[in-house]
T-cell receptor
Framework: DTEVTQTPKHLVMGMTNKKSLKCEQH?????MYWYKQKAKKPPELMFV???????INESVPSRFSPECPNSSLLNLHLHALQPEDSALYLC???????????????FGPGTRLTVL | AQKVTQAQTEISVVEKEDVTLDCVYE???????LFWYKQPPSGELVFLIR??????QNEISGRYSWNFQKSTSSFNFTITASQVVDSAVYFC?????????????FGGGTRVLVKP
């Protein structure tokens, strides 16, 4: 089972709203990732969690706040976003992260976010 | 620094034609891993193949085949007898044990449109 699920599929929010994106995997993976993908561009890494600890933050603005409550769940809390933050947000997971044999990352279906 | 170049931004073919997607990479690492992902209009990145730098064997999986040539730093992907369901954006990606968090470096993607 190589499934990563994400909710919601679509989200429209105003610049003053607070919302959260959720990601879940039940593959026993210990690394989880958030990516942002703008139209006609490749995914850009935002955050990496390894064993439920934040290991990489790619200089993401503080209006994006990640959280990893347990090894299966990953949240992305959104607050005071800008219209340019509208994008597809992808979650991924892998067995581990940062080792000598990079594992394969498996992606979820994404959340299409529109900020008005 | 690592870099992946997919020179073809868009390829249009008629069903049953073969299509080859080019991927050229740059890395100073002697050990590295290459991947191909498919992104259909639904948005999810679907893992297709992984290849490490020590394994130059070409691979065939159904209508898909991959040609890895270290001498030219290329990892090309061919779809034989294309079908409408192959319409998607295809990304080539690279990582290595030296990349922080095994971060994936993506190419710009190639959009494949298969017409009936």
């Amino acid at each position: 089972d190589t499934e990563v699920t994400q909710t919601p599929k679509h989200l429209v929010m105003g610049m003053t709203n607070k919302k959260s994106l959720k990601c879940e995997q039940h593959m026993g993976h210990r690394a989880m990732y958030w990516y942002k993908q703008k139209a006609k561009k490749p995914p850009e890494l935002m955050f990496v969690y390894s064993y439920e600890k934040l290991s990489i933050n790619e200089s993401v603005p503080s209006r994006f706040s990640p959280e990893c409550p347990n090894s299966s769940l990953l949240n992305l809390h959104l607050h005071a976003l800008q219209p340019e933050d509208s994008a597809l947000y992808l979650c991924a997971s892998s067995r581990t992260s940062g080792g000598r044999t990079p594992p394969t990352q498996f992606f979820g279906p994404g959340t299409r976010l529109t900020v008005l | 620094a690592q870099k992946v170049t997919q020179a073809q931004t868009e390829i249009s073919v008629v069903e049953k034609e073969d299509v080859t997607l080019d991927c050229v990479y740059e890395t100073r690492d002697t050990t590295y891993y290459l991947f191909w992902y498919k992104q259909p209009p639904s948005g999810e990145l679907v893992f297709l193949i992984r290849r490490n730098s020590f394994d130059e064997q070409n691979e065939i999986s159904g209508r898909y085949s991959w040609n890895f040539q270290k001498s030219t730093s290329s990892f090309n992907f061919t779809i034989t007898a294309s079908q409408v369901v192959d319409s998607a954006v295809y990304f080539c990606a690279l990582t290595s044990p030296e990349a922080a968090g095994n971060k994936l470096t993506f190419g710009g993607g190639t959009r494949v449109l298969v017409k009936p």
